[in-house]
């Protein structure tokens, strides 16, 4: 009746107001009615039963006083769901930055004005013990938190033998690799691709049929479930989000899993399996990067001036391949905190190429005399665009003059569309930007990746040719059909 | 390998067989002849009814020497459009080709491949028309159409279009084979106002017209074209304008190119240059000192995001669209 009514129009109003829309007065009631139709909420109203009990009326509340009521009630929520358990601090406190702080924020900064106007302060993350995180981001608030390595040590090593949590029956090769993803040890597509390969091979090699679960004869069910499956969330979500690239590899592997014969012998399958993951390693990565440079060196041409950013293993190969034929000179772009152009540079010097070296502020100076752009990439959209290390956009962006070419495998290639770098991206250390005690007001952004939209790319590189950014999605398709 | 005379016995046959299916069609000019991709694909038929070969990689070799028997023979005549010509034939290996993939007997695929090849030269013939029949509705009453060089697909697409409607062109004159010129006449008898201006007047007159279009000798994969020179500068005008740039071209005309600038194209013959100045009653030449250096590429290459829309016989496509029709027909 009226109180619900009352009630959703409060809800209503209340958010409207968060999200800034124009709020129109649903209390008087005209538009829906007109919405319900009045007859029939006429019709409603007769058709009460008897023993309908009507609640008594609630104070009508003014705009302050509800607010501070919306605001107590958000308050106790946060404390009861500031005390997690041990294992699970970690998601419930992602899952409650995200769900409280976009929210809270808006609302928080309308209350302020009322209530402390002294308090700048944003109501943001919970931690552990149920203090408040000041130094979260409202903009990044929907992503996973950075994750230090230090802050829970024993985490990343625990393992309990006949625990009947699966997350603690992890294979030793699998703990260690994770560790490196945490530290940062191993870093960038591939070789995070590899070592995730690798690892789950190696647990699959040293899985014994448990004897004790009488229910599921299938080696490929227990394979799946018991042993990828939870490495892959070990890896996600307590070492470091994963790559598309390994995304998809992991996707190839549950498939060649499920294309093995279910009453193969366990040996046997074993070894067909590890020989799959070879050879996907090698055809995907490896030999993929060989097509690439092959393609990419009709592309260069004596006297070129080659711009760089970054390490890629994909421009790595191609710039090698290109230096046993062409005459040409390389710049070498890096950006802080990674600064992987080191490893670049290194690399390129080995195969004797005339390179200089600059900072990412130096870009616009050079630009002049910049001829072709080769970048590297860590995943492909649908629509053609690149996401690619923190800096590549604006590499693209200053490049706009002469050809921009991203070399990239075809197992990179996500079936997602990003339209910009905020939706999905990952929070790094926040230390790597700034170090340092900070005070209240300040705080830092460490992002990972970021987006070049497919209109700055003249051209994308995989083995299986040069494409249009456009027709990412067509090869796709072609690559791999079931997916 | 011992066939030395057998080889160019083979050789000749093929060439007589080009030139047979290209003076087919009467004139070179006329709107009707037959161009020299199809006509090629033609003598590549002809080549797989004559093979004496028993596998698939001995027919599919005997193609490929012929394919670059015809190129060779091209580049010799000074004949400007190579592109075409290769993605044509290269496109009718494959077409052909992969019915390899379906039939495992040889004489079946042979039969197969000899059907497939004469349907696809057949398509390609029928492209003309086919593109004029999507083409021509972008054409509308008392518009100003602006055109470059001598294209018959254009032409096909122009005289259909002036059967129902009434429109004016305007052609530059195409400089230095004057092939606007030559084009100028053709219209003009089929009964199409027609104004010629000097290739440098482009500018002066795009404010007046109300599309722009133009052939293609070959559509490179991220969907840009090939063309006459002069093509690059008249489809930055026109995006300057907010004119639309429509290219008409067949789906054999799509090749495996990626050029990413100018330099990027494959190489071709420069064409000599004549300087005369025709303000002048005598019409006198001007001569050129041997020292200035007088280049002149006969083609250029305009990017896709100058061209509007593409009339092809697969349909109306966008430029982007050339590159999933090319990893079809190329897969």
């Given at each position: 009746g009226?109180?619900?009514?009352?009630?959703?129009?409060?809800?209503?109003?209340s958010?409207?107001?968060?999200?800034?829309?124009?709020?129109?007065?649903?209390m008087?009631?005209?538009?829906?009615?007109?919405?319900?139709?009045?007859?029939?909420?006429?019709?409603?109203?007769k058709?009460?039963?008897?023993?309908?009990v009507i609640?008594?009326?609630?104070?009508?509340?003014?705009?302050?006083?509800?607010?501070?009521?919306?605001?107590?009630?958000r308050?106790?929520?946060?404390?009861?769901?500031?005390?997690p358990t041990?294992?699970s601090?970690g998601k419930?406190?992602?899952?409650?930055?995200?769900?409280t702080?976009?929210?809270?924020n808006?609302?928080?900064?309308q209350?302020?004005?009322?209530?402390?106007?002294?308090?700048?302060?944003?109501v943001l993350?919970?931690?552990?013990d149920?203090?408040?995180?000041?130094?979260?981001?409202?903009?990044?608030?929907?992503?996973?938190p950075?994750?230090?390595p230090?802050?829970?040590?024993?985490?990343?090593?625990?393992?309990?033998?006949?625990?009947?949590?699966i997350?603690?029956q992890?294979?030793p090769?699998?703990?260690?690799?994770?560790?490196a993803?945490?530290?940062?040890i191993?870093?960038?597509?591939n070789?995070?691709?590899?070592?995730?390969?690798?690892?789950?091979?190696?647990?699959?090699?040293?899985?014994?049929?448990?004897?004790?679960?009488?229910?599921?004869?299938d080696?490929?069910?227990t394979?799946?479930?018991?042993?990828?499956?939870?490495s892959?969330?070990?890896?996600?979500?307590?070492?470091?989000?994963?790559?598309v690239?390994?995304?998809?590899?992991?996707?190839?592997?549950k498939?060649?899993?499920?294309?093995?014969?279910?009453?193969?012998?366990?040996?046997k399958?074993?070894?067909?399996?590890s020989?799959?993951?070879?050879?996907?390693?090698?055809?995907?990565?490896?030999?993929?990067?060989?097509?690439?440079?092959?393609?990419?060196?009709?592309?260069?041409?004596?006297?070129?001036?080659?711009?760089t950013?970054?390490?890629?293993?994909?421009?790595?190969?191609v710039?090698?391949?290109?230096a046993?034929?062409?005459?040409?000179?390389v710049?070498?772009?890096?950006a802080?905190?990674?600064?992987?152009?080191?490893?670049m540079?290194?690399?390129?010097?080995?195969?004797s190429l005339n390179c200089?070296?600059?900072?990412l502020?130096?870009?616009?100076?050079?630009m002049?005399?910049?001829?072709?752009?080769?970048?590297?990439?860590?995943?492909?959209m649908?629509?053609?665009?690149?996401?690619?290390?923190?800096?590549?956009?604006?590499?693209?962006?200053a490049?706009?003059?002469?050809?921009?070419l991203?070399?990239?495998?075809?197992?990179?290639i996500?079936n997602?569309?990003?339209?910009?770098?905020?939706?999905?991206?990952?929070?790094?250390?926040?230390s790597?930007?700034l170090e340092?005690?900070?005070?209240?007001?300040?705080?830092?952004?460490?992002?990972?990746?970021?987006?070049?939209?497919?209109?700055?790319?003249?051209?994308?590189?995989?083995?299986?040719?040069?494409?249009p950014p456009?027709?990412v999605a067509?090869l796709?398709?072609?690559?791999?059909?079931?997916? | 390998?011992?066939?030395?005379?057998p080889?160019?016995a083979?050789?000749?046959?093929?060439l007589?067989?080009?030139?047979?299916?290209?003076?087919?069609?009467?004139v070179?000019?006329?709107?009707?002849?037959v161009?020299?991709?199809?006509?090629?694909?033609?003598?590549?038929?002809?080549?797989?009814?004559?093979?004496?070969?028993?596998?698939?990689?001995?027919?599919?070799?005997?193609?490929?020497?012929?394919s670059?028997?015809?190129?060779?023979?091209?580049?010799?005549?000074?004949?400007?459009s190579?592109?075409?010509?290769?993605?044509?034939?290269?496109?009718?290996?494959?077409?052909?080709?992969?019915?390899?993939?379906?039939?495992?007997?040889?004489?079946?695929?042979?039969?197969?491949i000899?059907?497939?090849?004469?349907?696809?030269?057949?398509?390609?013939?029928?492209?003309?028309?086919?593109?004029?029949?999507?083409?021509?509705?972008?054409?509308?009453?008392?518009?100003?159409?602006?055109?470059?060089?001598?294209?018959?697909?254009?032409?096909?697409?122009?005289?259909?279009?002036?059967e129902?409607?009434?429109?004016?062109?305007?052609?530059?004159?195409?400089?230095?084979?004057?092939?606007?010129a030559?084009?100028?006449?053709?219209?003009s008898?089929?009964?199409?106002p027609?104004?010629?201006?000097?290739?440098?007047?482009m500018?002066?007159?795009?404010?007046?017209?109300d599309?722009?279009?133009?052939?293609?000798?070959?559509?490179?994969?991220?969907?840009?074209?090939?063309?006459?020179?002069?093509?690059?500068?008249?489809?930055?005008?026109?995006?300057?304008?907010?004119?639309?740039?429509?290219?008409?071209?067949?789906?054999?005309?799509f090749?495996?190119?990626?050029?990413?600038n100018?330099?990027?194209?494959?190489?071709?013959?420069?064409?000599a240059?004549?300087?005369?100045?025709?303000?002048?009653?005598?019409?006198?030449?001007?001569?050129?000192?041997?020292?200035?250096?007088?280049?002149?590429?006969?083609?250029?290459?305009?990017?896709?995001?100058?061209?509007?829309?593409?009339?092809?016989?697969?349909?109306?496509?966008?430029?982007?669209?050339?590159?999933d029709?090319?990893?079809?027909?190329?897969?």
């Open positions: 009226r109180e619900r009514l009352e009630q959703k129009a409060f809800h209503l109003c958010l409207k107001k968060i999200w800034g829309r124009p709020s129109f007065d649903i008087e009631g005209s538009n829906t009615d007109k919405i319900s139709g009045g007859d029939a909420q006429k019709k409603a109203k058709e009460k039963p008897a023993n309908f609640p008594p009326k609630k104070p009508k509340l003014s705009k302050a006083e509800r607010r501070a009521l919306q605001e107590q009630q308050a106790a929520k946060a404390q009861r769901q500031g005390q041990d294992k601090s419930t406190q992602g899952k409650q930055q995200n769900t702080s976009p929210v809270s808006k609302n928080q900064e209350n302020k004005t009322s209530a402390a106007p002294t308090q700048r302060s944003e993350a919970v931690n552990a149920g203090t408040k995180d000041p130094k979260q981001i409202s903009v990044l608030a929907h992503l996973p950075f994750r230090d230090k802050d829970k040590p024993d985490e990343l090593l625990g393992v309990q033998l006949k625990s009947s949590n997350r603690e992890l294979h090769e699998i703990l260690q690799t994770g560790r993803y945490a530290t940062g191993i870093c960038h597509s070789p995070r691709c590899r070592a995730m390969l690798k690892a789950m091979d190696a647990a699959i090699q040293d899985c014994v049929p448990d004897d004790s679960i009488n229910d599921i004869k080696f490929r069910h394979w799946v479930n018991k042993v990828l499956k939870p892959f969330q070990f890896f996600t979500e307590d070492c470091r989000p994963h790559s690239g390994m995304g998809n590899a992991f996707t190839f592997l498939s060649a899993i499920g294309a093995l014969d279910r009453d193969m012998e366990l040996p399958a074993k070894a067909l399996l020989e799959s993951i070879d050879a996907y390693l090698q055809e995907r990565i490896d030999y993929a990067d060989l097509a690439i440079a092959k393609h990419a060196c009709e592309k260069i041409v004596d006297d070129d001036v080659i711009l950013f970054g390490h890629s293993e994909a421009v790595r190969a710039l090698v391949e290109a046993k034929a062409k005459q040409f000179r710049i070498v772009c890096d802080r905190p990674l600064l992987t152009g080191k490893d540079l290194l690399d390129l010097r080995q195969a200089t070296y600059i900072y502020n130096a870009l616009s100076f050079v002049k005399d910049v001829t072709k752009v080769f970048l590297g990439a860590e995943a492909l649908s629509d053609g665009s690149v996401l690619g290390l923190l800096g590549t956009a604006c590499v693209a962006l490049s706009q003059s002469v050809p921009v991203v070399c990239s495998e075809t197992y990179k996500s997602r569309i990003q339209l910009e770098s905020i939706t999905n991206n990952e929070i790094g250390n926040p790597h930007v340092g005690p900070l005070g209240d007001n300040l705080r830092v952004m460490s992002l990972t990746y970021d987006l070049t939209p497919a209109s700055f790319v003249s051209g994308i590189i995989t083995e299986m040719g040069i494409l456009t027709s067509v796709s398709m072609e690559m791999d059909p079931q997916q | 390998m011992v066939e030395g005379a080889a160019t083979e050789k000749s046959l093929v007589a067989d080009l030139k047979e299916n290209l003076t087919h069609g009467t070179l000019n006329d709107k009707n002849a161009a020299m991709p199809v006509a090629a694909m033609n003598a590549l038929l002809g080549v797989v009814q004559r093979s004496s070969a028993n596998t698939m990689m001995g027919l599919q070799d005997e193609l490929k020497e012929a670059q028997e015809i190129l060779d023979w091209n580049s010799r005549e000074g004949n400007r190579n592109i075409a010509l290769a993605s044509g034939c290269e496109l009718f290996l494959r077409y052909s080709t992969r019915t390899f993939l379906e039939l495992t007997d040889f004489k079946e695929c042979r039969a197969a000899l059907e497939r090849g004469q349907r696809f030269a057949g398509i390609s013939l029928a492209a003309r028309d086919k593109i004029a029949r999507v083409g021509h509705g972008f054409i509308r009453d008392g518009q100003i159409i602006l055109t470059h060089g001598w294209s018959r697909v254009v032409a096909a697409l122009l005289l259909k279009a002036a129902t409607k009434h429109f004016s062109l305007y052609i530059l004159e195409g400089r230095p084979d004057a092939a606007g030559k084009a100028a006449e053709f219209y008898k089929a009964g199409i027609t104004t010629v201006i000097l290739d440098s007047a500018g002066y007159v795009m404010e007046s017209v599309s722009v279009l133009i052939g293609a000798e070959g559509v490179v994969e991220n969907g840009g074209i090939v063309n006459k020179i002069g093509t690059y500068a008249l489809s930055i005008c026109a995006r300057a304008h907010d004119k639309p740039v429509y290219v008409a071209a067949e789906s054999y005309k090749a495996r190119l990626y050029p990413l100018q330099k990027d194209l494959p190489p071709t013959k420069s064409v240059l004549k300087f005369i100045d025709t303000t002048q009653d005598t019409n006198a030449v001007v001569s050129v000192l041997p020292e200035i250096k007088v280049d002149q590429p006969p083609g250029d290459y305009t990017p896709a995001k100058f061209i509007t829309l593409l009339f092809t016989d697969l349909g109306v496509l966008t430029p982007s669209a050339v590159s029709e090319l990893i079809r027909l190329y897969q």
